[in-house]
């Protein structure tokens, strides 16, 4: 039986829950790209590392973002029914203008092709080991937080097998996945600043979060049902209690 509310019924949490994880994967990718391009405005504040990782990832961010927020929007319209899909609901007519979020000012695989310009430019070699320090202070902030257990690790094993397949692969077959691995390395650099954030007051709800992402527990399909929704749950809504039903008047 399902629940009197959304917020009882599993296969919506689930829903939602998939959503709040990858706001907030996105969400700590831009400001960690506004925190850099504040420093690079600032004489003496950006280190040589910011720098190029400034440039290598301000293509990646747009791409990521405008690219998978069409997906995030499309899914929350239609978690709202008929109330998503009308005008008056606000969705339908975000829904419209963010497509062209992923075409104006480079399409994914302009930005795709930029991330491989810079990769395999004259400072290629010295962009990418700024790349593997800033994954190596990552994991060891989130190594510093016993609750993380061993997923700092497993995460910079996503990081890993990204650069092997960047660096050990014919040209052609760069070229031909990059629209692949532009989103992958996205994905990766934005999950890297909420596992540092979440490391930093050992959130349980925030490094569930982080283990999420890249589908380490296989989407819930081997755990504990009641156990997962309410992970979902405390995803959704926060740690506290359930939310109260607030009394509603009719309008007929």
């Not at 925190?35 to 190029?52: C, H, N, R, V, Y």
């Not at 994991?139 to 990081?159: I, N, Q, T």
């Not at 930093?200 to 296989?218: A, Q, T």
Request: charged share 25%; with cysteine; hydrophobic share 40%.
């Amino acid at each position: 039986m399902f629940g009197k509310l959304l917020s009882d019924n599993p296969l919506h949490l689930r829903t939602l829950s998939a959503l709040a994880v990858q706001l907030r994967v996105l969400t700590h990718f831009t400001f960690f790209i506004v925190t850099l391009l504040g420093k690079s405005e600032i004489p003496g504040s950006a280190s040589q590392d910011d720098i190029l990782l400034l440039r290598l990832l301000t293509p990646v961010l747009k791409a990521t973002t405008a690219k998978l927020g069409v997906q995030f929007l499309s899914e929350s319209m239609e978690a709202l029914g008929g109330q998503g899909y009308v005008e008056e609901g606000g969705i339908a007519a975000l829904y419209r203008d963010i497509q062209v979020n992923a075409i104006w000012e480079g399409t994914t695989n302009v930005l795709a092709h930029d991330m491989l310009r810079v990769l395999r430019g004259r400072t290629g070699a010295q962009t990418l080991g700024s790349l593997d320090r800033y994954v190596a202070r990552c994991v060891a902030e989130g190594e510093s937080c016993g609750k993380m257990g061993g997923f700092p690790g497993r995460l910079g094993g996503v990081y890993g097998k990204w650069r092997g397949r960047l660096v050990g692969s014919g040209e052609g077959v760069v070229e031909a996945h990059a629209r692949e691995l532009v989103l992958w390395l996205g994905r990766t650099v934005g999950t890297m600043e909420m596992m540092v954030d979440a490391a930093s007051d050992g959130d349980e709800i925030e490094i569930e979060c982080c283990k999420r992402v890249f589908d380490g527990k296989n989407l819930g399909w081997e755990d504990d049902a009641r156990e997962t929704a309410e992970w979902d749950r405390r995803i959704v809504f926060g740690g506290g209690e359930r939310p109260v039903a607030m009394p509603v008047q009719a309008r007929l």
